[in-house]
Nanobody, 124 residues
Framework: QVQLVESGGGLVQAGGSLRLSCATSGRTFRLAAMGWFRQAPGKEREFVAAISAIVDTRSYADSVKGRFTISRDNAKNTLYLQMDRLRLEDTAVYYC?????????????????WGQGTQVTVSS
């Protein structure tokens, strides 16, 4: 059974930083494509960042490029999202997801499993 558990969310002031983690189990992590999505109240879930299996190719949404960094620790079966220079519009529930492929996956339907989400709130 594949499980993903996000952590690291919270309340932060604009301009601050947070690091999200996603602990995974039930699949060979180094062979898994991983991604982060977010969903703000009243909005659809949107792509944030993705990292491919094996070769670790990365992809970012334009809105977070240069501020967020996705990474993975295959020894710990954990995915990370380092979020710097946070803005009010980054407030959302952040979800990690896992799929298959050696290219970054940017479409939500292409992922197989999802975590339960962690809340990130950016205040002014």
């Amino acid at each position: 059974q594949v499980q993903l558990v996000e952590s690291g969310g919270g309340l932060v002031q604009a301009g601050g930083s947070l690091r999200l983690s996603c602990a995974t189990s039930g699949r060979t992590f180094r062979l898994a494509a991983m991604g982060w999505f977010r969903q703000a109240p009243g909005k659809e879930r949107e792509f944030v960042a993705a990292i491919s299996a094996i070769v670790d190719t990365r992809s970012y949404a334009d809105s977070v490029k240069g501020r967020f960094t996705i990474s993975r620790d295959n020894a710990k079966n954990t995915l990370y999202l380092q979020m710097d220079r946070l803005r009010l519009e980054d407030t959302a529930v952040y979800y990690c997801a896992t799929g298959s492929g050696v290219v970054p996956i940017t479409r939500a339907p292409d992922y197989d499993y999802w975590g339960q989400g962690t809340q990130v709130t950016v205040s002014s």
